[in-house]
C-alpha cells in the first residue's frame, strides 16, 4: 500500500493521502510484521522507497529494522532493487555503513545489470551519505562509459556531481561525459549545468569546450538561476580559472537583481570566483559589501575571512565592510583557527585597512592557539603586523623558537617573509636569524630572485652578519642575476654594502646587469645603488657615469634624501660629475625647504669632498642650516665646517652658532670630529677661543683613540689659528712619539711646524721626527720640505744630517713657489747650515725663473738668507732687485694716487 500511495503522489506530483496519522499507521504495521516475518526483496525495496519518496520525517526505527530484512534478502535484490534502497537510505539521511558496504559488493557483482538511472541513484546515495567505495566507483565508471549512449542530461549530471561530491577522480570517465555533455547541451536545465560545472571543478578536471558551451546555455537561462546557482557556477569557473567575461558580467547583473536572496555562503563564494578568476565588478561588490554588513550576524567565521580576502585581492575597497567583520571578529575569537588568524591579520594589512584592536585582540590569540601554528600562518602573520606597521614583542618573542623547531617545513617564500617581518619591525633575535642562514644555504635552489633580495635586505636591515650566508648567496647570485629585476637589484646591493660585506666579483656583475635594466631605474633606486658602491669602495666608473646621465634626466623626482645620497656617494668613491653637481645645484636650491639637516650636511660634504665649488648653494644651506641646528648631531657639526673650509667658503653666522652648538654637544665628540672641527675653524680663520679651551681638555681625554693623522691635525690647527694651550701640546708629545712610525711626510713636517710656531720645543721630539723625515724624504713635497725645515730654523733646533739629507735627495725642486724658496733658503740661513751648495744654487735658479711670483716678504727672506750665506749669484741679485724696484713703484703710484683722490 505505502509502494502504491507514494508512486501514484510521485506521478501526480499530488499527495493523494495528506495524513501523517496514516503514515504512521503504516510505518507501525510493517514493523510489526518486519519484526516477525521474511518480507521478500521486492517489498524491501518498495517500503524504503516509498517512505524515502513521501519525505517521512523520522523513520529510523523503520529503517534500521529495515536493515536486518534487507541484509537477509540480498542476494535476491536486483540492480533496481539496490539502487532504490541506497537511494532511500541516502534521501532519508539514516547511516547504515554495514548495509552500504555490503550493497557495494554486490552490486560490483551485478553492475553490467545497472541502467543509467539505477547507475545515477547509486552514486548519488553514496556520495550523499558520504560513504567511501572506491571499487564500486571504479566499476561504475567503466558501465557508465559503456553505456554512455544512455544517459540523459539529468543522468550526466548527477554522475558527475556524485564523484565530485565522493571524492573519487575518474579522468577517463569525465573525459567521455564531457564530450557526450557537448552533443546534448540543449536539453540541460539549470540544475544540470549548475551541478555539472559544480563537478568538473570539485575534481579539478578542466575542459576548455565543456566550459564554453555551458557558459552559453547557461546565458539563455539566466531567469531560473537562484542564488545559490549563480554562486556555485562562478566558483566552478573560478575553481579551474576558466575565463568566460560575458557569463560573468550577466551574472554580476543577476546577482544584482537577486542579491536580496543570497545567505552568507552565496555571498563569500561568490566573491571568491570574482576574486580568483581576476573579473572586475565594482558594482556588484559596492553592493554586496552593503548586503554583507546587513546579513554579518549569519556569517561564519571561515565566511567572513573568504569575504575580506576577496575584496583584498582584487584591490576593491570597502572600509565601513572592513569595520564592521573587524567589530564582528573581536566578538568571535574564540572561533578563529590558526589559518582564520593569519589570512585576517593577512587581509587587513594588505589592504592597509587600519586596525589596532584587531592587531592587538588577535595577537594575544595567536599565542595561545601557538602550536597549531603551521608555517605558512605563522610566516603571513608576522608579515601582516610587519606591513601594517603593528608591533608586538610578545608576539614576535613566541613565534621565534616556534620557527626554528618548524624551520624544516618552511619554504623558501615563507622564510624570506618571516625574515622580512622580523627586519621590517626591528625586531632582533640573533637566534632566529643565525638558524635561519644554515637553512637559507641549504634551501637557497629553491629560492627565487625576489626571495633572495629580501633575505639579503632583512639581515642588512636588522644589522645581523652572516658571512657564511652573504658568501653562499653570492655564488648564487653569479649564475640567477638573469632572473633579477632592478628593485631586487638595488636592495641585494644596499644589503651587501650596509653590513660591508666586500663582495668584487658579485659588484663587478651587478654593475653589468644594473647597467642594462638602467631604464627601469627610479630615483630611489639611482641613490641607493651608489649609496651601496660608495660605502664598500666599490670602483665602477661606467656605472656611474650612466647613473649619472640617468639621474639629470630624471632629477624632478628626486627628493631630498636621494639627493643627498647620490651626491654623497660620488664623492665618497671620489667621481668628479660636474655636469650632475651642477645639475643638482639648482634643484637643492629649489627643494631646500624638504632638506633635514642631515641630508644638508651630506650635501655640504660632498660638494666639498669632490671641490665642486657652488657659492649661492653653501650661501642658502648656511640660512637652512642655521634654522635646523637643534637636530644636528657632533659629526654633522664637524662635517659642516670641514666642508665650508674645504672650499674656502666663509660663513661667520654659521661658525658661530656651530660654535655655541659644539660646547653644547662636546661629549659625544669623538677623535675625528675634534680634528676636523679645530682643523676648519684654523682653515677658515675664524676664531673661536671659548670653543677651543673647551676642546683642548676633551682632546686630551680622549687621546688614546686619536690616530697619527689626527693628532697631527689637532696640533696644527691650534698653531694655525694662534691658539696656545701647552696643555695639549704636552699631552700629544709622548703620543705622537709612539705612533712615529705611522707618520706620513706632511704630517712629520705639520707636526714640528705647530710645535715650532707655539714656540714649545721638544729636542727628543725634533731628533725623533728628524730621523722620522730623512727616511722618507722621497714622499715629502715642496710644502712639506719648506714647513719642515722652517719649523727647526724657527726653533732653533740643529739637524745637520736632516738638512744635508734634504739637500742631496730633493728631486722636485721644479715644484716650488717662491714662498717655498724664500722659506727654504731663510731656514738654512737662520739654522746656520751653510754645506749645501748645490741646493742653494739650485733654488737660485728656480728663484730667478720665477721672480715675477715674488712679493717684498719672499724677495726681503731671498736677499737675507743668500747674503747671510754667502752664496749670492749676480743673475740672483739682479732679478731681486729689479723685482724690488718694480714692486717699490707700483707701491708709490698707488700711494701717489690715493693723495690725489684724497
Request: charged share 20%; net charge neutral.
Amino acid at each position: 500500500m505505502a509502494h502504491a500511495v507514494a508512486k501514484i503522489s510521485s506521478r501526480t506530483r499530488k499527495s493523494i493521502i495528506q495524513s501523517k496519522e496514516v503514515w504512521q499507521v503504516l510505518e507501525h504495521n510493517i514493523i510489526d510484521v518486519a519484526e516477525n516475518e521474511n518480507l521478500g526483496s521486492r517489498n524491501c525495496a518498495n517500503i524504503l522507497w516509498a517512505f524515502a519518496k513521501m519525505n517521512q520525517r523520522n523513520p529510523d526505527h523503520l529503517f534500521g529494522i529495515m536493515e536486518n530484512q534487507v541484509l537477509s534478502n540480498m542476494n535476491e535484490f536486483n540492480s533496481l532493487d539496490m539502487a532504490n534502497i541506497v537511494w532511500s537510505y541516502a534521501k532519508v539521511g539514516h547511516s547504515c555503513p554495514k548495509l552500504f558496504d555490503t550493497i557495494s559488493q554486490k552490486a560490483i557483482e551485478k553492475v553490467d545489470d545497472f541502467n543509467s538511472q539505477s547507475i545515477a541513484n547509486t552514486l548519488w546515495a553514496y556520495a550523499k551519505v558520504g560513504y567511501k567505495s572506491p571499487k564500486l566507483f571504479d566499476a561504475i565508471s567503466l558501465i557508465v562509459i559503456e553505456k554512455i549512449e544512455t544517459f540523459n542530461s539529468q543522468g550526466i549530471a548527477n554522475t558527475v556531481w556524485a564523484y565530485a561530491k565522493a571524492g573519487h577522480t575518474s579522468p577517463k570517465l569525465f573525459d567521455v561525459l564531457s564530450v557526450k555533455v557537448m552533443e546534448k547541451v540543449d536539453t540541460f536545465n539549470t540544475q544540470n549545468i549548475v551541478n555539472t560545472v559544480w563537478a568538473y571543478a570539485k575534481v579539478g578536471h578542466s575542459s576548455t569546450e565543456l566550459f564554453d558551451a555551458l557558459a552559453k546555455k547557461a546565458m539563455t537561462k539566466l531567469d531560473t538561476f537562484n542564488s545559490r546557482d549563480i554562486a556555485n557556477t562562478m566558483w566552478a569557473y573560478a575553481k579551474v580559472g576558466h575565463s568566460s567575461p560575458k557569463l560573468f558580467d550577466a551574472l554580476s547583473q543577476n546577482a544584482l537583481e537577486k542579491l536580496i536572496y543570497f545567505n552568507s555562503r552565496d555571498i563569500a563564494n561568490t566573491l571568491w570566483a570574482y576574486a580568483t578568476i581576476g573579473h572586475s565588478s565594482p558594482e556588484l561588490f559596492d553592493a554586496i559589501s552593503h548586503k554583507a554588513i546587513q546579513k554579518l550576524d549569519t556569517f561564519n567565521t571561515q565566511e567572513m575571512v573568504n569575504t575580506i580576502r576577496s575584496y583584498a585581492k582584487v584591490g576593491h575597497s570597502s572600509p565601513e565592510l572592513f569595520d564592521a567583520i573587524s567589530h564582528k571578529a573581536m566578538k568571535r575569537l574564540d572561533t578563529f583557527n590558526s589559518q582564520g588568524i593569519a589570512n585576517t591579520l593577512w587581509v587587513y594589512a594588505k589592504v592597509g585597512h587600519s586596525s589596532p584592536e584587531l592587531f592587538d585582540a588577535f595577537s594575544h590569540k595567536a599565542i595561545q592557539k601557538l602550536d597549531t601554528f603551521s608555517p605558512q600562518n605563522i610566516a603571513n602573520t608576522v608579515w601582516a603586523y610587519a606591513k601594517a606597521g603593528y608591533t608586538s614583542p610578545e608576539l614576535f618573542d613566541a613565534f621565534a623558537p616556534k620557527v626554528i623547531e618548524k624551520l624544516d617545513t618552511f619554504n623558501a617564500q615563507g622564510i624570506a617573509n618571516t625574515m622580512w617581518a622580523y627586519a621590517n619591525t626591528r625586531h632582533s633575535c640573533p637566534e632566529l636569524f643565525d638558524a635561519i642562514a644554515d637553512k637559507v644555504i641549504e634551501k637557497l635552489d629553491t629560492f627565487n630572485s625576489q626571495g633572495i633580495s629580501n633575505t639579503v635586505w632583512a639581515y642588512a636591515r636588522v644589522g645581523h652578519s652572516s658571512p657564511k650566508l652573504f658568501d653562499a648567496i653570492s655564488q648564487k647570485l653569479m649564475k640567477t642575476l638573469d632572473h633579477f629585476n632592478s628593485q631586487n637589484i638595488v636592495n641585494t646591493m644596499w644589503a651587501y654594502a650596509k653590513l660591508d660585506h666586500s663582495s668584487p666579483k658579485l659588484f663587478d656583475a651587478i654593475s653589468v646587469k644594473a647597467m642594462e635594466k638602467i631604464d627601469d631605474f627610479n630615483s630611489r633606486d639611482i641613490a641607493n645603488t651608489m649609496w651601496a658602491y660608495a660605502k664598500v669602495n666599490h670602483k665602477s666608473p661606467k656605472l656611474f657615469d650612466a647613473l649619472s646621465t640617468k639621474a639629470i634626466k630624471n632629477l624632478d623626482t628626486f627628493n631630498s634624501r636621494d639627493m643627498a645620497n647620490t651626491l654623497w656617494a660620488y664623492a665618497k668613491v671620489g667621481y668628479a660629475s660636474p655636469k650632475l653637481y651642477t645639475a643638482m645645484t639648482t634643484k637643492i636650491i629649489e627643494k631646500l625647504d624638504l632638506f633635514n639637516i642631515q641630508e644638508i650636511v651630506n650635501v655640504m660634504w660632498a660638494y666639498a669632498r669632490v671641490g665642486h665649488k657652488a657659492p649661492v648653494l653653501f650661501d642658502a644651506l648656511s640660512r637652512k642650516a642655521m634654522q635646523k641646528l637643534d637636530n644636528i648631531n657632533s659629526q654633522g657639526i664637524a662635517n659642516t665646517v670641514w666642508a665650508y673650509a674645504r672650499v674656502g667658503h666663509t660663513s661667520p653666522e654659521l661658525f658661530d652658532a656651530l660654535s655655541t652648538k659644539a660646547l653644547e654637544k662636546l661629549d659625544t665628540f669623538n677623535s675625528q670630529n675634534i680634528a676636523n672641527t679645530v682643523w676648519a675653524y684654523a682653515k677658515v680663520g675664524h676664531s673661536s677661543p671659548e670653543l677651543f679651551d673647551a676642546i683642548s681638555p676633551r682632546a686630551i681625554e680622549k687621546l688614546d683613540t686619536f690616530n697619527s693623522q689626527e693628532m697631527v691635525t689637532t696640533v696644527y690647527a691650534y698653531a694655525k689659528i694662534g691658539h696656545s694651550s701647552p696643555k695639549l701640546f704636552s699631552a700629544v708629545l709622548p703620543k705622537a712619539m709612539e705612533k712615529l712610525d705611522t707618520f706620513k711626510s706632511i704630517s712629520i713636517a705639520n707636526t714640528v711646524w705647530a710645535y715650532a710656531k707655539v714656540g714649545l720645543v721638544s729636542p727628543d721630539l725634533f731628533d725623533a721626527f728628524a730621523q722620522k723625515a730623512i727616511e722618507k724624504l722621497d714622499t715629502f713635497s715642496s710644502l712639506s720640505i719648506e714647513n719642515t725645515v722652517w719649523a727647526y730654523a724657527e726653533a732653533g733646533h740643529s739637524s745637520p744630517e736632516l738638512f744635508d739629507a734634504i739637500s742631496h735627495k730633493v728631486k722636485n725642486i721644479d715644484t716650488f713657489n717662491a714662498q717655498s724658496i724664500a722659506n727654504t733658503v731663510w731656514a738654512y740661513a737662520k739654522i746656520g747650515h751653510a754645506s749645501s751648495p748645490e741646493l742653494l744654487d739650485a733654488l737660485a735658479k728656480i728663484a730667478v725663473e720665477k721672480i715675477e711670483t715674488f712679493d717684498s716678504e719672499d724677495i726681503a727672506k731671498t736677499k737675507w738668507a743668500y747674503e747671510e750665506l754667502e752664496r749670492s749669484t749676480p743673475e740672483l741679485v739682479d732679478a731681486l732687485s729689479q723685482k724690488e724696484a718694480e714692486l717699490f713703484d707700483a707701491l708709490s703710484q698707488k700711494e701717489a694716487c690715493l693723495n690725489k683722490l684724497s
